[in-house]
């Protein structure tokens, strides 16, 4: 049975950094991409980040680049999210994500199909 269990999630100011986790099971972790999406009250769930785990390619939507840094740790099967520079439009549900096959981790694809595994999230709030 799949499984995608996220943690980390909680109150920050802005300016803060949280680090979030994605630990899988019932997959091959190196066969797929892990990637984070996250939806804002009212708004669409939007792309993060995604990671190849095999291959340690990643890909950063331009809103976080350069702020988030997402990493693998295959002796694990687990996915972080580390959040630097958080702002207050950060604040959102993020969602661990799975599927196949990895070459969809790049910036024309990922997001861009159905995705199979899903986690059932954990709430960033970035307020003063």
């Known amino acids: 049975q799949v499984q995608l269990v996220e943690s980390g999630g909680g109150l920050v100011q802005p300016g803060g950094s949280l680090r979030l986790s994605c630990a899988a099971s019932?997959?091959?972790?190196?066969?797929?991409?892990i990637g984070w999406f996250r939806q804002a009250p009212g708004k669409e769930r939007e792309r993060v980040s995604c990671?190849?785990?095999?291959?340690?390619?990643?890909f950063y939507e331009d809103s976080v680049k350069g702020r988030f840094t997402i990493s693998s740790d295959s002796s694990k099967n687990t996915v972080y999210l580390l959040m630097n520079h958080l702002r207050p439009e950060d604040t959102a549900v993020y969602y661990c994500?799975?599927?196949?096959?990895?070459?969809?981790?790049?910036?024309?694809?990922?997001?861009?199909?159905?995705?199979?595994?899903w986690g059932k999230g954990t709430l960033v709030t970035v307020s003063s």
């Open positions: 019932g997959f091959t972790f190196d066969d797929h991409y």
């Open positions: 990671i190849t785990p095999f291959h340690d390619s990643t």
């Open positions: 994500s799975a599927d196949v096959p990895p070459g969809v981790c790049v910036g024309t694809m990922f997001g861009a199909y159905v995705v199979n595994y």
